[in-house]
């Protein structure tokens, strides 16, 4: 089967300075850097990496060709991203001495996706397969409506968390993951828990406490693996691609939240974002 993922792609680009510059001040950066990023981007590397066949459907602009290649070598199938006129989304991300950052997001072209794309794109899923969406791009509603229409299942990340978003794409859900922050931000907007959600499955995930998977009957935990961290980023996308990967290829619920808590545990091991997510021979060799 495969798994459609209408995601955000960007262009990270981070400046090293001796602090976060205040208002009206200007502040030469001592280094630059550029990496691929973006939940969506993210989330299709890590489907990739768990040996999954990713189908993205985006939108970049005419600078963000570099951007296709590298996805190719990963492993996705760019066929339904589409080059707009808005340059490719990008995050400039300002980090001091201290670990500290300041993010200024241009959502750019990942908010320009074509209609058409989506439509093209999912004309050629099957029944069975899997359509994912978070909330960096426009037409998730819309596409999530065409998936299930097909009848595809649809995975929702609630993040960054938008309640208008959320209440739009949760009756057509049927497996929604939030961090803990969206959880509480999801039951400000709804006045529902997780288990009283429209929801059949929805997975809360609890950082270094790993996470609940809930469903109307029951709740169960997971601990996290203990490691020690070095950078978190990332950590949720690569759980959720693992989780959706897994599923994908059959693994019951509960087996496939294993694989995707071993792979997010190695992943806040490492250093960076889309790049680093291990795959499924790491992921299945790490012994922490
Ligand atoms: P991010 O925004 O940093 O990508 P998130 O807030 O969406 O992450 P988290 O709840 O922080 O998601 O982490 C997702 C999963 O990653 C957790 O359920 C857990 O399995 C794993 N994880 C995160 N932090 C740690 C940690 N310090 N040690 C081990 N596993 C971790």
Request: proline share 5%.
């Amino acid at each position: 089967m495969a798994v459609w993922n209408l995601g955000s792609i960007n262009e990270d680009i981070v400046y090293s300075v001796p602090h976060i510059p205040a208002a009206g001040e200007t502040l030469a950066a001592t280094d630059k850097r550029h990496y691929l990023g973006g939940k969506g981007t993210n989330m299709s590397v890590a489907l990739a990496r768990a040996g999954a066949q990713v189908k993205h459907i985006g939108a970049v602009g005419e600078d963000g060709g570099w951007i296709l290649l590298k996805l190719a070598e990963y492993g996705v199938d760019t066929r339904f991203i589409g080059k707009v006129a808005h340059g490719t989304g990008h995050a400039i991300i300002t980090v001091d001495s201290q670990g500290e950052n300041a993010i200024t997001l241009w959502p750019g072209a990942n908010a320009e996706v074509p209609l058409d794309m989506v439509q093209l794109a999912l004309s050629e899923a099957r029944t069975g397969d899997w359509f994912v969406t978070q909330n960096e791009t426009n037409l998730q509603e819309e596409s999530a409506r065409i998936a299930r229409d097909l009848g595809l299942r649809v995975a929702y990340a609630a993040a960054p968390f938008e309640a208008a978003a959320a209440r739009a794409m949760l009756p057509m859900t049927d497996l929604l993951v939030l961090n803990a922050v969206e959880a509480e931000q999801l039951r400000s907007a709804t006045g529902q828990g997780p288990a009283e959600l429209p929801v059949e499955h929805v997975i809360v995930t609890l950082g270094s406490k790993g996470c609940d998977w809930v469903t109307a009957q029951d709740t169960h935990h997971f601990d996290a693996i203990p490691v020690t961290p070095v950078d978190t980023t990332g950590a949720g996308d690569t759980f959720t691609g693992y989780v959706l990967a897994g599923l994908d290829r059959g693994m019951p619920m509960a087996q496939a939240i294993g694989l995707a808590t071993r792979a997010a545990a190695l992943m806040v091991t490492r250093h960076g974002t889309s790049d680093v997510i291990p795959d499924l021979a790491e992921v299945q060799a790490f012994r922490p």
